[in-house]
């Protein structure tokens, strides 16, 4: 069993096999590895704004493919058409 924590919902003991999905989610795996110490105490909210930041960076750095927007995943607009 493996502890991961999160800042909203508290703590929990997963099986290992669990951990990828959980973390995609949000959550982080306790012990932490060097990178993730280096961003601080899990406890603060310093921690949880550093980690998001830097999982924003990584997300942007990746390039989005064409038409994305217009894609049936992609969410609808909702409410009056812009003015033109």
Excluded: C, F, T
């Excluded at 929990?12 to 989610?25: A, D």
């Excluded at 982080?28 to 601080?40: F, I, Q, S, Y």
């Excluded at 310093?46 to 750095?61: F, M, N």
């Amino acid at each position: 069993m493996v502890l991961v924590k999160h800042p909203e919902i508290g703590n929990k003991h997963v099986e290992e096999s669990e951990v990828p999905e959980l973390v995609k989610q949000g959550w982080v795996k306790w012990p932490r590895n060097d990178e993730e110490k280096a961003l601080g105490d899990g406890s603060d909210a310093a921690y949880w704004r550093k980690k998001y930041q830097r999982d924003l960076a990584a997300s942007l750095e990746k390039p989005e493919s064409e038409g994305a927007e217009e894609s049936e995943d992609a969410p609808k607009r909702r409410g009056r058409p812009p003015k033109d």
